[in-house]
Protein backbone atom coordinates (compact mmCIF):
# COMPACT_ATOMS: atom_id res chain seq x y z
CA UNK A 1 0.00 0.00 0.00
CA UNK A 2 2.51 2.29 0.79
CA UNK A 3 4.92 1.74 -2.15
CA UNK A 4 1.14 2.75 -4.49
CA UNK A 5 1.22 5.75 -2.02
CA UNK A 6 4.79 7.01 -2.73
CA UNK A 7 4.54 5.92 -6.36
CA UNK A 8 1.27 8.33 -6.91
CA UNK A 9 2.73 11.53 -4.94
CA UNK A 10 5.55 11.29 -7.40
CA UNK A 11 4.03 10.40 -10.16
CA UNK A 12 1.50 13.66 -9.41
CA UNK A 13 4.17 15.71 -7.97
CA UNK A 14 6.34 14.86 -11.07
CA UNK A 15 3.65 16.80 -13.61
CA UNK A 16 3.11 19.95 -14.33
CA UNK A 17 -0.74 19.32 -13.50
CA UNK A 18 -0.16 18.92 -9.97
CA UNK A 19 1.59 22.13 -9.38
CA UNK A 20 -1.01 23.83 -11.48
CA UNK A 21 -4.06 22.53 -9.51
CA UNK A 22 -2.78 23.64 -5.82
CA UNK A 23 -1.74 26.78 -7.39
CA UNK A 24 -5.32 27.44 -8.78
CA UNK A 25 -7.04 26.35 -5.65
CA UNK A 26 -4.53 28.41 -3.25
CA UNK A 27 -5.06 31.68 -5.82
CA UNK A 28 -8.81 31.43 -6.32
CA UNK A 29 -9.13 30.81 -2.41
CA UNK A 30 -7.32 33.92 -1.82
CA UNK A 31 -9.07 36.25 -4.07
CA UNK A 32 -12.23 35.17 -2.70
CA UNK A 33 -11.04 35.78 0.39
CA UNK A 34 -9.53 38.52 0.62
CA UNK A 35 -9.79 40.68 -2.91
CA UNK A 36 -13.29 40.26 -4.59
CA UNK A 37 -15.86 42.52 -3.66
CA UNK A 38 -19.12 40.81 -1.85
CA UNK A 39 -17.15 37.74 -0.77
CA UNK A 40 -13.83 39.27 0.92
CA UNK A 41 -13.35 39.28 4.71
CA UNK A 42 -12.17 43.17 4.89
CA UNK A 43 -15.55 44.32 3.88
CA UNK A 44 -17.35 42.34 6.88
CA UNK A 45 -16.68 44.77 9.15
CA UNK A 46 -15.41 41.49 11.68
CA UNK A 47 -13.05 38.77 11.68
CA UNK A 48 -14.74 35.90 10.55
CA UNK A 49 -13.61 32.78 7.67
CA UNK A 50 -16.28 32.07 6.94
CA UNK A 51 -16.23 33.01 3.03
CA UNK A 52 -13.41 30.24 2.75
CA UNK A 53 -15.34 27.67 4.60
CA UNK A 54 -18.47 28.53 2.93
CA UNK A 55 -17.05 28.28 -0.64
CA UNK A 56 -13.97 26.19 -0.56
CA UNK A 57 -16.19 22.94 -0.53
CA UNK A 58 -17.38 24.43 -3.79
CA UNK A 59 -13.72 24.50 -4.96
CA UNK A 60 -13.28 21.04 -3.55
CA UNK A 61 -15.76 20.05 -6.40
CA UNK A 62 -13.19 21.01 -9.02
CA UNK A 63 -9.81 20.46 -7.25
CA UNK A 64 -10.24 17.10 -6.24
CA UNK A 65 -11.29 14.92 -8.93
CA UNK A 66 -8.66 17.02 -11.33
CA UNK A 67 -6.28 15.06 -8.40
CA UNK A 68 -7.98 11.92 -9.03
CA UNK A 69 -9.35 11.16 -12.57
CA UNK A 70 -5.83 9.79 -13.62
CA UNK A 71 -5.64 6.89 -10.80
CA UNK A 72 -7.14 3.76 -12.66
CA UNK A 73 -8.58 5.57 -15.52
CA UNK A 74 -5.30 6.83 -17.15
CA UNK A 75 -3.95 2.91 -16.00
CA UNK A 76 -6.58 1.63 -18.36
CA UNK A 77 -5.96 3.45 -20.95
CA UNK A 78 -1.87 3.37 -21.37
CA UNK A 79 -2.38 -0.56 -20.25
CA UNK A 80 -0.51 -0.42 -16.81
CA UNK A 81 -3.44 -1.38 -15.15
CA UNK A 82 -2.70 -5.13 -16.02
CA UNK A 83 0.92 -4.90 -14.81
CA UNK A 84 -0.02 -3.06 -11.62
CA UNK A 85 -2.21 -6.26 -10.63
CA UNK A 86 0.67 -8.67 -11.42
CA UNK A 87 2.36 -7.10 -8.73
CA UNK A 88 1.82 -8.92 -5.02
CA UNK A 89 -0.67 -6.05 -4.24
CA UNK A 90 -4.11 -7.03 -3.09
CA UNK A 91 -7.25 -4.99 -4.92
CA UNK A 92 -7.76 -2.80 -1.48
CA UNK A 93 -4.11 -2.05 -1.25
CA UNK A 94 -3.82 -1.05 -4.70
CA UNK A 95 -7.36 0.89 -4.07
CA UNK A 96 -6.35 2.40 -0.68
CA UNK A 97 -2.80 3.54 -1.40
CA UNK A 98 -4.55 5.73 -4.64
CA UNK A 99 -7.00 7.24 -2.22
CA UNK A 100 -4.70 8.33 0.21
CA UNK A 101 -2.25 9.90 -2.03
CA UNK A 102 -5.20 11.81 -3.40
CA UNK A 103 -6.04 12.76 0.32
CA UNK A 104 -2.52 13.47 1.75
CA UNK A 105 -2.21 15.87 -1.47
CA UNK A 106 -5.61 17.88 -0.74
CA UNK A 107 -4.47 18.42 2.69
CA UNK A 108 -1.45 19.56 1.43
CA UNK A 109 -3.36 22.28 -0.29
CA UNK A 110 -5.28 23.27 2.69
CA UNK A 111 -2.65 23.75 5.06
CA UNK A 112 -1.36 26.86 3.87
CA UNK A 113 -4.74 28.11 4.25
CA UNK A 114 -4.06 28.23 7.88
CA UNK A 115 -2.26 31.69 7.32
CA UNK A 116 -5.43 33.45 7.17
CA UNK A 117 -6.55 32.25 10.48
CA UNK A 118 -3.57 33.96 12.12
CA UNK A 119 -3.34 37.03 9.77
CA UNK A 120 -7.55 37.51 10.81
CA UNK A 121 -6.86 37.20 14.35
CA UNK A 122 -4.32 39.72 14.56
CA UNK A 123 -6.67 42.10 12.78
CA UNK A 124 -9.32 41.59 15.00
CA UNK A 125 -10.23 44.06 17.49
CA UNK A 126 -9.24 42.69 20.29
CA UNK A 127 -6.43 40.86 18.77
CA UNK A 128 -7.11 37.57 18.31
CA UNK A 129 -10.93 38.47 18.36
CA UNK A 130 -12.24 34.82 16.40
CA UNK A 131 -14.35 32.05 16.82
CA UNK A 132 -11.41 29.48 17.35
CA UNK A 133 -13.70 26.44 17.88
CA UNK A 134 -15.95 27.03 14.46
CA UNK A 135 -12.69 27.70 12.79
CA UNK A 136 -11.44 24.55 14.13
CA UNK A 137 -14.87 22.30 13.64
CA UNK A 138 -14.96 24.05 10.09
CA UNK A 139 -11.94 22.87 9.17
CA UNK A 140 -12.27 19.21 10.67
CA UNK A 141 -15.53 19.34 7.99
CA UNK A 142 -13.37 19.96 5.25
CA UNK A 143 -10.56 17.46 6.18
CA UNK A 144 -13.57 15.10 5.76
CA UNK A 145 -15.11 16.08 3.33
CA UNK A 146 -11.79 16.32 1.58
CA UNK A 147 -11.60 12.72 2.25
CA UNK A 148 -15.06 11.71 0.83
CA UNK A 149 -14.43 13.49 -2.41
CA UNK A 150 -11.20 11.86 -3.05
CA UNK A 151 -13.36 8.48 -2.10
CA UNK A 152 -15.53 9.68 -5.00
CA UNK A 153 -12.99 11.11 -7.07
CA UNK A 154 -11.25 7.18 -6.99
CA UNK A 155 -15.08 5.27 -7.01
CA UNK A 156 -15.31 7.53 -10.76
CA UNK A 157 -11.85 6.98 -12.11
CA UNK A 158 -12.41 3.22 -11.88
CA UNK A 159 -15.43 3.41 -13.80
CA UNK A 160 -13.93 5.01 -16.91
CA UNK A 161 -10.49 4.77 -19.15
CA UNK A 162 -11.37 8.51 -20.08
CA UNK A 163 -10.14 11.13 -17.78
CA UNK A 164 -12.02 13.95 -18.58
CA UNK A 165 -15.32 11.16 -18.26
CA UNK A 166 -14.04 10.78 -14.90
CA UNK A 167 -13.46 14.44 -14.06
CA UNK A 168 -17.22 15.27 -15.18
CA UNK A 169 -18.27 11.50 -13.14
CA UNK A 170 -16.72 12.89 -9.66
CA UNK A 171 -17.30 16.73 -9.87
CA UNK A 172 -21.18 15.87 -10.89
CA UNK A 173 -21.31 13.14 -7.91
CA UNK A 174 -19.47 15.72 -5.13
CA UNK A 175 -22.29 18.30 -6.10
CA UNK A 176 -25.17 15.68 -5.26
CA UNK A 177 -23.33 14.53 -2.61
CA UNK A 178 -22.62 17.49 -0.87
CA UNK A 179 -25.88 19.91 -1.88
CA UNK A 180 -27.96 17.41 -3.77
CA UNK A 181 -30.01 16.69 -1.19
CA UNK A 182 -30.37 19.83 0.75
CA UNK A 183 -32.02 20.81 -3.37
CA UNK A 184 -34.22 17.85 -3.40
CA UNK A 185 -35.36 18.61 0.55
CA UNK A 186 -36.69 22.46 -0.19
CA UNK A 187 -39.03 21.25 -3.19
CA UNK A 188 -42.28 21.94 -1.33
CA UNK A 189 -43.81 18.23 -2.32
CA UNK A 190 -41.03 17.43 0.86
CA UNK A 191 -42.52 19.07 3.50
CA UNK A 192 -42.84 16.39 5.96
CA UNK A 193 -39.91 14.53 5.19
CA UNK A 194 -37.25 17.61 4.40
CA UNK A 195 -35.20 17.04 7.26
CA UNK A 196 -34.69 13.54 6.84
CA UNK A 197 -33.63 13.90 3.67
CA UNK A 198 -31.76 17.16 4.14
CA UNK A 199 -29.46 15.45 6.55
CA UNK A 200 -28.83 12.51 4.28
CA UNK A 201 -26.47 15.12 2.27
CA UNK A 202 -22.79 16.37 3.44
CA UNK A 203 -24.10 19.86 3.81
CA UNK A 204 -26.50 19.00 6.28
CA UNK A 205 -23.03 17.33 8.49
CA UNK A 206 -20.62 20.08 7.13
CA UNK A 207 -22.60 22.97 8.55
CA UNK A 208 -23.15 21.28 11.61
CA UNK A 209 -19.32 20.71 12.03
CA UNK A 210 -18.74 23.93 11.18
CA UNK A 211 -20.88 25.37 13.80
CA UNK A 212 -17.89 24.53 16.38
CA UNK A 213 -19.90 21.07 18.06
CA UNK A 214 -17.61 18.30 16.88
CA UNK A 215 -20.55 15.32 16.96
CA UNK A 216 -19.76 11.85 16.34
CA UNK A 217 -22.59 11.49 14.31
CA UNK A 218 -21.35 13.91 11.59
CA UNK A 219 -17.75 12.40 11.81
CA UNK A 220 -19.47 8.74 11.21
CA UNK A 221 -21.61 9.80 8.90
CA UNK A 222 -18.29 11.23 6.47
CA UNK A 223 -16.58 8.19 7.53
CA UNK A 224 -19.31 5.59 6.41
CA UNK A 225 -19.90 7.43 3.31
CA UNK A 226 -15.93 7.49 2.17
CA UNK A 227 -15.90 3.81 3.16
CA UNK A 228 -18.76 3.09 1.59
CA UNK A 229 -17.36 4.28 -1.72
CA UNK A 230 -14.24 2.45 -1.11
CA UNK A 231 -15.76 -0.52 -1.15
CA UNK A 232 -17.82 -0.20 -4.46
CA UNK A 233 -14.61 0.94 -5.96
CA UNK A 234 -12.96 -2.40 -4.88
CA UNK A 235 -16.05 -4.38 -6.24
CA UNK A 236 -15.59 -2.75 -9.45
CA UNK A 237 -11.53 -3.80 -10.19
CA UNK A 238 -12.41 -6.83 -9.06
CA UNK A 239 -14.96 -7.84 -11.08
CA UNK A 240 -12.69 -6.18 -13.97
Not at 116 to 143: A, Q, R
Request: glycine share 8%; with cysteine.
Amino acid sequence: MFTILIKEINEFLDSLIGYVVMGVFLTGIGLLTWVFPDTNVLDYGYASLETLFSLAPYVFMFLIPAITMKSFAEEKRSGTLELLYTLPFKSHEIILGKFLAGFLLVIVSLLPTLIYYFSLSSLGNPVGNLDTPGIIGSYIGLVLLGGVFTAVGIFASALTQNQIVSFITSAFLCYVLYSGFASIADLSIWADQSSQIESLGMLFHYNSLSRGVIDLTDIAYFLGLGYLLLLFTVLIMKRR
